[in-house]
């Protein structure tokens, strides 16, 4: 995990060349799970806020993301939020929630989760969520999985079944 507990920006954070997969322009790709209502709707909330086009996101699920993205394992990024600097260096988990609102201009808001002692317990809480999360949004939704998140053009599968729902963990 890249992390800076003095609240400094990782030094993977310049000016450096694109890497394949990520646009040059922005700052960070996130790779989410277009498919988790509430997942989507984080990524619809912070692309709203993003009027400085900081960040791509990428539905793991979207068609061909393996071979727009062969140096992404979907499996992987299923487990755990992935998100890529422009230089190619990786966050995962809750730094890419951190950083990802810090580029928005609202760091303040997850400063907490970057706390040496706090830390610990958000990232269980983190991974919790994460292995979890079809069902929490099934318990505050009502949805388990999206027909359709809008976060941008990016187009959700529909996994309705509950053997969909564990071959993905």
């Not at 990520?22 to 619809?44: Q, W």
């Not at 990024?77 to 951190?98: E, F, N, P, S």
Request: proline content about 4%; aromatic content about 14%.
């Amino acid at each position: 995990f890249v992390t800076d507990l003095t609240g400094h920006w990782p030094t993977s954070c310049g000016g450096y060349p694109n890497v394949d997969g990520v646009l040059s322009v922005t700052e960070l790709t996130i790779f989410y799970d277009g498919g988790c209502p509430l997942c989507a709707a984080e990524i619809n909330h912070i692309q709203r806020l993003d009027s400085d086009k900081k960040m791509v996101f990428e539905d793991i699920y979207a068609p061909h993301f393996s071979d727009r993205f062969p140096h992404i394992d979907q499996q992987q990024a299923d487990l755990i939020l992935h998100g890529q600097w422009k230089d190619g260096g990786m966050i995962y988990g809750l730094d890419v929630t951190y950083y990802s609102w810090t580029l928005v201009g609202k760091g303040r808001w997850v400063s907490i989760l970057r706390w040496p002692v706090f830390k610990q317990v958000a990232n269980i809480g983190y991974r919790f969520f994460a292995r979890y999360r079809h069902r929490i949004s099934a318990l505050v939704t009502g949805k388990p999985r999206c027909e359709r998140c809008d976060a941008g053009s990016t187009v959700c599968l529909l996994y309705t079944s509950d053997a969909a729902d564990d071959s993905l963990r």
